[in-house]
């Protein structure tokens, strides 16, 4: 090594490491404890969950929270089946929407020449420090002009655009040489498989950066249900959830709002885990310029 | 010229289902705030022009927003995004300096909290900062004598904003912490190396001469995140305390004075020019650090 310290990006363990593993090891355990408590917490039965003084871990792990948690539904009229079924579509149809209209519009912002191409990219960009619970209010008016409140759509239309979404895909198809592009316009080929062809295939790291952004809010998601829809048949399992931790008391609520919220994160976190190498893929282009 | 206007109609094609979705759920809404922010609204009849009216309460009359509301929002957002930004950047720096492999868990680790979100996480933050002796915190500190009697966390003015910054910073590391993750991992070693041969000293001089400036536009990005973020954590003391107003108004930051103006109060107009003045807020501080960055 030409000069002294450690380098950037190591390939292998060595001692000088020592003291960032100091610093940042206790921050990550102490990060990541409020996460084993939801997994402890889930699994405690109702005696532990009362237990003084309390205890952090469990000793006799028990399945009743979850069970509780189905029974609850039960009363309420609407199998738990139901919302989760709610949640999952709602899921699936805005995320294969949002990744469909922020590709397409992507690779037009990124390769294409039009009218107000760079008005639009600024804007978005702004749009990216878009607070949508600040205009709650003129969301909720817009819904209800629009009809479909009380609907599936109510649950999906708000979501689909995605500024930070459209703005990652944007930068990713700027890495994509213009030469590539030109040639298969010399080819013969037509903006639409151009997209499909050339474009989708190679921006998939992208594609699952926005998808798993897309997945957190929509999934996570109770505004749409606790303001544009009233019909319990169509709202979203997180919503689901939100109402009876609400209504349950405090410590025996804590077992059935701790199985819950895990219900809530593993899939966050298996997502996660498996696109995390894309994710990073795609956040080395994410810098505004 | 047939092909050509074939051209021109494939862009507007492929931006138009954005687009659509853009104006009407994140253009249109901010402009109907803009237009009602003028306006007397309570949701019943229509809208009434009341000029500037809403402004001039807020700026004259409303004693909340500016004895604790606006103060409270300045105090969690200087602490929650300066101190989350500039934590975020200095765990990815040391992340970077590790092998990949305890990188990846150590980032996971990190970046988890920010993937827990809702009600359902507030109620396990509740039993852990229970203001009687059944709360996680409370027993501990009993346990070892550290204090005599519980400790209202959630519910006493004095408390509730410490405990709303700490869940939030916990949260923070998001999408701006793996972005920034990602910038410093880009920089290419062969520039330190020349920076060490030009007489580069530590470590400090490392970061501010060579990676800050080879990372300014991951670094802008982290900033706009953490400006988001921030702003858009604004419920989190309304969830803890699980009122609105929060206690003696302890933890109430702008969000929540809008909705207890525009949904609680059916006051739609002065709410939406608190949505106004919030957006604006957003805006110059994006702007400020836009223009920090780019010089």
Redesign the interface.
């Known amino acids: 090594m ?12 060595h001692k000088s ?1 020592i003291k ?2 100091l ?3 206790p ?3 102490f ?2 404890l ?2 084993i ?2 997994f402890v ?1 889930a699994f405690k039965p109702i005696d532990e969950l ?1 237990a ?3 205890r ?1 871990y469990v000793v006799n792990p028990t399945l009743d929270n979850f069970r509780d948690l189905a029974d609850m539904t039960e009363g309420s009229g609407l199998p738990m089946g139901r919302y989760i079924l709610n949640s999952i579509l709602i899921t699936f149809f805005v995320l294969a ?1 949002s990744l ?3 590709t ?2 992507g ?3 990124s390769k ?3 009218k107000g191409k760079s008005l ?1 990219f600024e ?2 960009t ?14 909720f ?2 819904i209800s002009e ?1 009809g479909i409140i009380n609907t599936f759509m109510a649950h999906i ?2 979501l ?2 995605v ?2 979404g ?1 703005f990652l895909v944007k930068q990713f198809i700027d890495q994509i040489p213009n030469e590539l592009i030109e040639a298969a316009y010399v080819d013969g080929a ?3 498989y151009i ?1 499909l062809k050339i474009i989708v295939p190679l921006i998939k790291p992208a594609v699952a950066t926005v998808a798993i ?1 897309a997945f ?1 809010s929509t999934w ?1 998601n ?1 505004e749409t249900s606790a303001l544009f829809v009233n019909n319990a048949e169509l709202k979203t399992f ?1 919503f689901y ?2 109402t009876f ?2 209504q349950s008391n ?2 025996a ?2 077992g059935i ?2 199985a ?2 895990m219900i ?2 593993l899939p ?2 298996i997502i ?2 498996f696109l ?1 190498g894309k ?3 795609t ?2 282009h ?4 | 010229m047939l092909n050509r206007i074939k ?2 109609n ?3 094609l ?2 138009l ?3 659509t ?2 104006l ?10 803009f237009l ?1 922010s003028f306006t007397y609204f309570n949701a019943v009849e229509a809208p009434k022009f009341n000029n500037v009216q809403n402004y001039i309460f807020i700026l004259t009359q409303d004693k909340v927003f500016m004895q604790t509301v606006l103060p409270n929002t300045i105090k969690f957002s200087l602490i929650v995004g300066p101190g989350g930004y500039i934590l975020s950047f200095l ?1 990815a720096w ?7 492999k ?1 990188r ?1 868990v ?8 920010s ?7 507030t ?6 900062f ?1 203001g009687d ?4 915190i409370n ?2 500190l ?2 070892y004598n550290l204090i005599g009697e519980p400790i209202q966390w959630l519910q006493s003015p004095d408390h509730l904003m410490k405990v709303m910054i700490i869940v939030s910073l ?1 949260s923070s ?1 998001g ?1 701006g912490f ?2 920034m ?7 290419n ?1 062969e520039v ?2 020349a920076a ?2 030009d007489g ?1 000293r ?2 400090f001089q ?1 970061i501010f001469y060579i990676t800050i400036p080879s ?7 982290g900033a ?2 953490s ?2 973020g921030t ?2 954590a ?2 989190i003391g309304v969830q803890l305390s699980g009122a609105n107003p929060t206690p003696q108004n302890a933890g109430q930051l702008i ?1 929540n004075h ?2 207890d103006y ?2 609680l109060r059916s006051e ?1 107009g002065l ?2 020019a608190f ?1 106004v003045v ?2 604006l807020i ?2 110059g501080i ?1 702007k400020y650090v ?1 223009r920090a960055f780019s010089e």
């Open positions: 030409s000069y002294f310290g450690t380098k950037i990006n190591p390939k292998y363990y490491q960032f593993y610093f940042v090891l921050l990550a355990i990060m990541v409020p996460i408590y939801i917490t009362f003084f003084p309390p952090f929407l469909l209209f922020s397409m519009a690779f037009a912002l294409k020449k039009f639009l804007i978005n702004l749009a990216i420090m878009f607070v949508p619970i600040a205009v709650t209010i003129p969301r008016l817009i629009l239309l708000p689909l655009a500024p930070v459209l037509n903006d639409f997209y952004l957190q996570n109770v997180a959830l939100t931790v609400t405090s410590i609520g804590a709002a701790a819950s919220s809530m994160f966050n976190l996660f885990i995390q994710i990073m893929n956040m080395a994410s810098g505004i310029k | 051209k021109i494939s862009a507007y492929f931006i289902p954005y687009s979705m853009f009407v759920f994140i253009v249109l809404p901010v402009f109907i705030a009602l765990l040391i992340l970077a300096q590790v092998p990949h305890s990846t150590l980032a996971l680790m990190i970046y988890s909290p993937m827990t979100a809702g009600v359902a996480i109620v396990l933050w509740q039993v852990i229970s002796e059944n709360g996680l027993g501990f009993l346990n916990w590391m999408v793996l972005a993750l990602a910038g410093v991992l880009n920089i070693n330190y190396e060490y041969i580069l530590n470590k490392e990372m300014k536009p991951q670094m802008l990005f706009v995140m400006i988001v702003f858009s604004g419920a969000i809008i909705e525009g949904i739609m709410a939406a949505s919030l957006l957003i805006y994006s836009n």
